[in-house]
């Protein structure tokens, strides 16, 4: 389930970024005005920005969100080990008084 969640975010990206790559590539090629130009490549320079910031915020809670669950898990797999020791010395107690 992690792995299709972070497929799809590698996809997403991808398309993004490429369709930003390609609008800038067509900016480039189209015949305009350097001022006209300069203004149309900053825009697309400030969109881009917007959105590695929303990836990498995206990214970054999803990595908090998977540390906490393997840290949950890990402090409860600890508590269960820490009580085996108890479960065995009553079980063999158990077995002592039934004998």
Not at 20 to 28: M, N, Q, S
Not at 64 to 70: E, G, P, R
Request: glycine letters at 10%; aromatic letters at 4%; hydrophobic letters at 35%.
């Amino acid at each position: 389930m992690v792995e299709s969640k972070q497929h799809k975010k590698e996809f997403i990206t991808g398309a993004l970024l490429g369709g930003l790559i390609g609008a800038g590539l067509a900016l480039l090629f189209a015949p305009k005005p350097g001022s006209q130009l300069r203004s149309d490549l900053l825009e697309q320079s400030e969109a881009l920005r917007r959105t590695g910031g929303k990836v990498a915020r995206s990214a970054g809670k999803g990595s908090l969100s998977l540390v906490k669950t393997v840290s949950d898990r890990s402090l409860q797999t600890v508590n269960k080990v820490k009580e085996w020791p108890r479960i065995v010395i009553k079980a063999s107690e158990s077995d002592k008084e039934t004998r």
